[in-house]
Each structure stands twice: as structure tokens, then as C-alpha cells.
């Protein structure tokens, strides 16, 4: 077993943040951290959002389910960050975010992560302010495999299988998995129905409480299973051929008025890799994929949708591909270029059901088949020089959005995107970084087009565009810096970064319509991480980081200056004790500061500060098999750590929104073996 664990925590955009899982690897780089074996080592839950919130200072989580949760890296979220997995960049289908694209791949399936802050990305579209790069299994040339099931409290299980083997030129892989779960109690008692209860009573939204026959459904269901084929065709050229099936049934999202009945999401991916073909061809790099993905979201499981439910059904198909190629010139010097093209159509209706009858009618367009195409001719290179690194990008991009409304415009975008970024190595032991960076991403289908209605009193149907199709694109300009120190027995990484936000896109609650509006804002914050070893057994980790977010301008009739979703300083540290070389104990510890710098104006709450204490340990035994067990909230402390911001659409009677707690006490028995 390893005897270092470093959790080098990130807070600078280029830097990168990673989870730590437990007894993983970490390869560091100064532009980022890969985490590697995750599938093994996040073993509580298959959710990616909720394996790096608890484990990662400067990435929070907002917590809609038991399940699919989304991520705020860095005060970033929704379409600022870009997830990447396996090099398709994937979006979901949900215009309420029950489904954001870390949710379409599970960790039992992820060999390695890679989170990357701030602008420094040329190579993906619309990398804002940070990426989440995932990597999936690889198949192996050798057969082995592995089984493990999984138990925890609330009736959670999870099952899951792997079998990789091969030959000298054809490797395959197989993994799949299937997770449930009952409602999670919070540190008071309370599952998710209860929650809803409490809140909505004297509230007069008693009728979005879980019908009487729902109120004791699992809060999910989800099924994964992914397929690889990599072929070498020669001995430097491969072609790899990956597909990935997510299935999620029967999702509650209490603090919503609709649950998503199911959430299927396809990913097919082909890429090719030469290396060595030619003085003009270090690399050549060509890749296809698609991506599809079908959301129903209704009523049903509510006490309005007894007699007749709403269903909001959405759909998203995601198509790209990138041509590039690297080449050394002048001596160490690495130049990569390339071409990156893709097209996203969103699609959104809504349907109205008769239960008596079991008819459905139309009830509306929400978004009217719109088409994202972009394309893209990227630049970037490399060089290292005695103790300095540097390196640099530039893109340019041609977007056009097109919709099939008869009533609102088609818009077209353009844009220069540039960084660079240097280190340098000041002593020996000691390593100083910073970076500039300017980077940009257009409005999407729902912050454009997005169309609700309203019943009014003498029955007619009003329609409400809370999209605005005058959106101009946002652009990000950040500068980062940082500082890091090597002792003996440890680190100690010092990170900032300042980001100015040109034409950010935010949400105006205060607004009947054309919500989304464009404002400039600033964000800024820093980062203190490191790691001790006090012996080669035990080991301690730790990371802090703090930000600030602030608009430059204010939001039409609005005065709060507080930008939305800048969470509080969080801490994060572990301590670990390797007793022998096969097992290990560890005690960690989660806590955030009182989130009191809010947006008041558009529906954010003050929320009290908490301490988490966990504890986990494994022993892997020589006959191939791996125990683990462990309990999360040891306290079993009843706490919240997501606010509302009004561009998601939740329980709220107006004075008012419906907050989610945590899990409570949760304890959890894991069994794994390997061949």
C-alpha cells in the first residue's frame, strides 16, 4: 500500500482540484492533478458530484436527490464548467439541471479524473472557468476482472462487475453496474417526502406533497453498463470503440415539483491515435461521438397529479469531432493544432395526462428544437527552459444557435480565446506559478429560448418566455498565481486567482419574463493545501479555500451586490494510518463557514456552518479479496450545504425556498474481488 497520499488541493483556475479517495494515487502536474483509480476507491456511491464535494475544498455540491447531484467549482457551475469524459464533451437534457452531465457517468466506471480551473483549456468548447476531464476504464491485454457489492444504510445497494482481457492487438473490456436506494433520513429523522412535508405545510403547497401510495418510494434506481473495444491496427496506430448505457428510473427531487420518471443517456465514441507517423506527426489525435439523452419529468408521484399529472419531457443529442495533431519543433519545443466541431440539439415539450382516462394532450413547447453548432481552430504549445515552463493556447470559435421557433431570432457568435501560463522552479524545494487567461462560452437553448406558461383566472393559458434571445456571450479574464513549498516529510501550495466577468449570463427573479440577463461580476479567491507525514504510516492532509464573488453591475430593479452560488470557506483534511501493507484506517473531516455573503435578490438563504467526521478502513487480503467498511455524519449532524439560486425552479411559496439536509448518520459495508 502506498505510504504518501497527497491531497493538493486546487483553487487557481489552471490548477486543477482532485479528489482524494481514500489510498489513490495522485499524478501532479502545476497545470493539474489526475486523480487515478477512483473506481476502486469511491466506493460509498456511484455519484461523481458527491465523491468530490466531500472530499475536495474548493468544489461544492448541489444536492437535488439522493442521486445525480451537480457541482459548483470554484463559485462556477451549470454551462461555465465543462465535463469531459473520455474526450466527448456531454450535456444534459434537463433545463432544472436534475441531470447534469456528471451524472451520466458513474465512479464505478472512472479510472482517473482530472479538474481543471479557470480558462486555460483551448482545445474544448466553451471552457469558461474550469473543466471536469474524466477517463474511464482501459482494457488490458491480460484477463482479470473483479466483483463487489455494496451495502449502506437507508437500503442502499450497489452491485457491480468488470472483466477486461484481450491479445496482443485486441482488448476489450466489460463493466456494469446497478445502484438503488431507499429516502435518506437527515440527522433529525427525516427522509425526503417528510422534508417536503415539513416544509410545504401552512404553506398552501400541500398539493406537491407525495401522494399518499408514493410517499415511501425508493428515491432512485440507476443502471450502468459500458463496452470497449481498443484494436491496434499496427504497432503505432489505435483505434479505440467505447459505448456507455446510463439507465435512472423513478428519481425524487422533493424540492421540486416534478421527479424525474426516467433519465437514459447513450454515449458512443470512436478515436484514433497514431504516433510516430512522420517528421510533420508526433501525434495525430481524430475523434467522433455522440451523445443522447431523454428526460421526462412530471408530477406523477404528487398529490396534484392524482386526477391528471404534467410531464415535462426533454431530449438532447450532443454530436462532435476533433481532428489534431502535435510535432516537435526547435529542439524540446511541442506545437499542437487541430480543429474541434460539434452540434447540440435540445428539444423540449410539455404533456398534460388524464389519469381517469388515460389520455395526453399538448400542453406546449418549452425549448423548439434548437441547434448549437460550433466550430473551432485551436493552437497551443510547450517549452521548457532550464527551471521555466511555459505554455500557451489561443482558439477561435464560430457558433451558431438556430431555432425552430417562428417567433424568436437565430443568433451567431464569435470569439478569440488566449492564455498562458508559466512555472517556474525558484530553488530546488521551492516552484513558483501564475497565468493570464481569456475564455468564452455562448448562451445555451434555455437561457435563450426557454418558454413556460401560466393559467390565469379566466382559464386562458398565458406564454412566458423567461429566456432572452438578445444574450450576448460571456468572456472570462483571469489572471492566477501561486506558490509551493517542499519540506521534508510534506508540502505546503499557496494558490489565488482573480476572475473578471464580462457579460456573465445570470438569472433575474424579480423579472416576468426574459430573465436571463448579462452583468459583469468578479470573482476572487485563494487556496492554502498540504500534507505532513509525521511516519511512513500516518499521514495527514489537509486544504482551505476561500472566494469572493461580487456583480459590477446589477441586474435590472435589483441592489444586492452578492453574486450567486460563492459558497464558504470550506475546509477539508484526513488522517491516515497505514497499520500493515495491506490495510488502512482513516478519519476525515468536512466543515464549511456560515454562507452569509448571499444573493438575497434572487432567492439565496443564509445557512449555518458544519462540522462532518467520517471514518473508513480497508483491508485487501492475498487471496484476492478487498473489505471495506465505513460511516459518514459520525455526529449524526443534521446540516445543509446547497442554497437556491432562482435559475433552478424549486418548492418556494415565495417568501421563501425549500432547502434539502444532508444524509444523516450513514454507515456502509463494502466487499470486493479481484482476478
Known amino acids: 500500500m502506498r505510504k504518501t497520499i ?8 489552471v490548477l486543477s482540484a482532485s479528489e482524494q479517495l481514500g489510498d489513490i494515487d495522485i499524478v501532479e502536474q502545476v497545470t493539474s492533478e489526475v486523480v487515478e483509480n477512483v473506481s476502486s476507491e469511491e466506493i460509498k456511491s456511484a455519484d461523481l458530484a458527491e465523491a468530490l464535494q466531500r472530499n475536495i475544498p474548493s468544489v461544492s455540491m448541489i444536492r437535488r436527490s439522493g442521486i445525480a447531484n451537480d457541482v459548483i467549482l470554484r463559485g462556477q457551475t451549470r454551462d461555465n464548467i465543462n465535463v469531459i469524459v473520455d474526450g466527448a464533451k456531454i450535456y444534459g437534457a434537463c433545463v432544472n439541471r436534475m441531470d447534469p452531465p456528471t451524472s451520466h457517468i458513474v465512479t464505478h466506471a472512472i479510472d482517473e479524473v482530472e479538474v481543471l480551473e479557470g480558462p486555460f483549456d483551448v482545445e474544448n468548447f466553451g471552457t469558461l472557468s474550469g473543466e471536469i476531464k474524466v477517463t474511464t476504464k482501459k482494457p ?53 417526502a417528510t422534508q417536503l412535508a415539513n416544509y410545504t405545510r401552512d404553506r398552501g403547497l400541500s398539493g406537491y406533497n407525495y401522494a399518499p401510495q408514493y410517499e415511501d418510494m425508493d428515491a432512485f434506481e440507476k443502471t450502468m453498463m459500458m463496452g470497449k473495444i481498443f484494436v491496434d491496427v499496427t504497432d503505432n496506430q489505435e483505434l479505440r470503440l467505447s459505448y456507455t448505457a446510463n439507465r435512472s428510473d423513478n428519481v425524487l427531487y422533493p424540492s421540486s415539483k416534478m421527479d ?35 428526460h421526462p419529468m412530471s408530477t406523477q408521484y404528487r398529490v396534484v397529479g ?23 519543433i526547435i529542439g524540446d519545443r511541442e506545437i499542437t493544432y487541430g480543429i474541434d466541431g460539434s452540434k447540440r440539439n435540445w428539444d423540449g415539450h410539455y404533456y398534460m395526462t388524464m389519469v381517469s382516462t388515460g389520455m395526453t394532450r399538448d400542453a406546449g413547447i418549452s425549448i423548439d428544437d434548437v441547434d448549437t453548432d460550433n466550430i473551432g481552430l485551436f493552437l497551443k504549445s510547450k517549452r521548457e527552459s532550464g527551471n521555466l515552463k511555459i505554455e500557451w493556447g489561443a482558439r477561435y470559435d464560430d457558433t451558431s444557435v438556430d431555432t425552430q421557433s417562428s417567433t424568436e431570432k437565430d443568433r451567431n457568435f464569435y470569439d478569440v480565446s488566449a492564455n498562458v501560463f508559466a512555472t517556474y522552479k525558484v530553488a530546488d524545494n521551492t516552484n513558483v506559478f501564475g497565468g493570464a487567461g481569456k475564455s468564452s462560452r455562448v448562451p445555451d437553448a434555455r437561457e435563450l429560448y426557454n418558454t413556460k406558461y401560466k393559467t390565469l383566472e379566466d382559464g386562458t393559458v398565458q406564454r412566458i418566455l423567461n429566456g432572452n434571445p438578445d444574450l450576448k456571450q460571456t468572456r472570462n479574464y483571469e489572471l492566477d498565481f501561486g506558490v509551493e513549498q517542499f519540506f521534508t516529510g510534506g ?38 493545501s498540504g500534507n505532513y507525514s509525521f511516519t511512513d504510516d500516518l499521514i495527514l492532509n489537509a486544504g482551505v479555500a476561500y472566494k469572493k464573488g461580487r456583480k459590477d453591475t446589477l441586474p435590472t430593479g435589483q441592489t444586492d451586490r452578492d453574486l450567486a452560488d460563492i459558497s464558504p470557506v470550506k475546509l477539508n483534511a484526513s488522517l491516515s494510518y497505514d497499520y500493515d501493507d495491506q490495510g488502512f484506517v482513516q478519519l476525515s473531516v468536512v466543515s464549511a463557514g456560515k454562507w452569509t455573503d448571499i444573493d438575497s435578490d434572487n432567492g439565496e438563504q443564509e445557512l449555518d456552518g458544519y462540522t462532518v467526521l467520517n471514518f473508513k478502513t480497508s483491508r485487501e487480503f492475498n487471496n484476492g479479496i478487498v473489505l471495506s467498511a465505513g460511516v459518514d455524519n459520525i455526529t449524526d449532524e443534521t446540516y445543509t450545504i446547497t442554497n437556491t439560486y432562482k435559475d ?9 425556498t425549500m432547502l434539502i439536509n444532508e444524509p444523516g448518520r450513514y454507515f456502509y459495508v463494502d466487499a470486493k474481488y479481484k482476478f
Request: net charge negative; hydrophobic share 30%; aromatic share 12%.
Open 6 to 13: 497527497y491531497l493538493s488541493l486546487c483553487c487557481v483556475g
Open 140 to 192: 488490458t491485454k491480460d484477463i482479470n476482472g473483479e466483483i463487489e457489492a455494496n451495502v449502506g444504510s437507508f437500503g442502499y445497494k450497489k452491485y457491480s462487475g468488470t472483466i477486461s482481457g484481450g491479445t496482443d492487438r485486441v482488448r476489450m473490456l466489460f463493466t456494469a453496474s446497478t445502484e438503488s436506494s431507499e429516502q435518506y433520513e437527515d440527522g433529525d429523522g427525516n427522509d425526503l
Open 260 to 294: 424525474a420518471i426516467y433519465d437514459d443517456s447513450d454515449i458512443a465514441n470512436l478515436e484514433y491515435i497514431g504516433k510516430d507517423l512522420g517528421k510533420y506527426s508526433k501525434k495525430l489525435y481524430f475523434q467522433v461521438y455522440n451523445s443522447q439523452v431523454e
Open 306 to 328: 392524482e386526477d391528471g399529472y404534467m410531464t415535462h419531457k426533454l431530449t438532447t443529442e450532443m454530436t462532435g469531432v476533433k481532428l489534431k495533431n502535435s510535432v516537435d
Open 491 to 528: 508540502k505546503v501550495k499557496v494558490k489565488t486567482f482573480y476572475s473578471k466577468l464580462k457579460d456573465y449570463i445570470y438569472y433575474n427573479g424579480d423579472k416576468m419574463m426574459n430573465n436571463f440577463e448579462n452583468i459583469d461580476a468578479h470573482i476572487y479567491g485563494a487556496e492554502l
Open 648 to 656: 433552478l425552479i424549486l418548492m418556494t411559496d415565495t417568501t421563501d
